[in-house]
């Protein structure tokens, strides 16, 4: 499975952008980039996902690097709520099977 | 909005004794997982399941493991006989296709082996 690196913790202000990076620089040509994130005490929640073009949604953007190497993970204005561990995740596009390989993420930590 | 729920939220057992953790996936879903994670550790894959039947499965996930879909809406973990290891929290997720879509994770339940 290609490896994903990131930071082991971040801090933001609350009401503040956050950028969360990770670095595939195995990445392959079929491998989307998924984020997930854990609250405390909860499951994994999906966050978003894209393959070559930045996405948006209701929680967050996700600008994927041209060359796909890396990419960041973008909460417009960061809340409390937002306090968890962001995990970047590569995953084969094949179709049958979708193991999650999760590794350590980026714990998040907001600042009221 | 829909969500994947699993039963109990907690369970203690002896070592050696058999358990069974249950999840209910969304129901349109057609692809079902679980996951475990030891306390203060990652997240580990265990098992996939589609079409009645395991499509992948990690190293953790030996004899002592077998998931099962008894009914069109319960999906089950059993360990049979525990071990002091087994204890940590064990997510079911579900998922409609494989390839780009995600994964819809329940609560957990945790499991502790005395």
């Known amino acids: 499975d290609a490896k994903t690196t990131q930071p082991n913790s971040m801090e933001s202000n609350e009401e503040e952008p956050v950028h969360l990076p990770c670095n595939h620089s195995?990445?392959?040509?079929?491998?989307?980039i998924h984020w997930y994130r854990q609250l405390p005490s909860q499951g994994p929640e999906y966050v978003i996902h894209?393959?070559?073009s930045n996405v948006n949604n209701r929680m967050a953007s996700l600008a994927i690097a041209e060359d796909r190497k890396s990419s960041t993970l973008i909460l417009h204005r960061a809340t409390l709520r937002d306090a968890a561990v962001y995990y970047c995740?590569?995953?084969?596009?094949?179709?049958?099977?979708?193991?999650?390989?999760f590794g350590t993420g980026t714990r998040l930590t907001i600042i009221p | 909005e829909p969500e994947v729920t699993q039963t109990p939220s907690h369970q203690v057992t002896q070592m050696g004794q058999e358990v069974i953790l249950r999840c209910v996936p969304i129901?349109?879903?057609?692809?079902f997982y679980w996951y475990r994670q030891i306390l203060g550790q990652k997240v580990e894959f265990l098992v996939s399941?589609?079409?009645?039947?395991?499509?992948?499965k990690s190293e953790i996930f030996d004899d002592q493991f077998s998931v099962e879909r008894p009914d069109g809406s319960n999906f089950t973990l059993k360990i049979r006989s525990t071990k002091l290891e087994d204890s940590a929290m064990y997510f079911c997720?579900?998922?409609?296709?494989?390839?780009?879509?995600?994964?819809?994770f329940g609560p957990g339940t945790r499991l502790t082996v005395l």
């Open positions: 997720a579900s998922s409609v296709l494989a390839g780009e879509n995600e994964q819809f």
């Open positions: 195995t990445i392959s040509g079929t491998d989307y």
């Open positions: 894209g393959l070559t």
């Open positions: 995740i590569l995953e084969l596009s094949n179709f049958g099977n979708e193991k999650l390989t």
């Open positions: 129901s349109n879903h057609l692809y």
């Open positions: 399941f589609y079409n009645n039947e395991i499509s992948e």
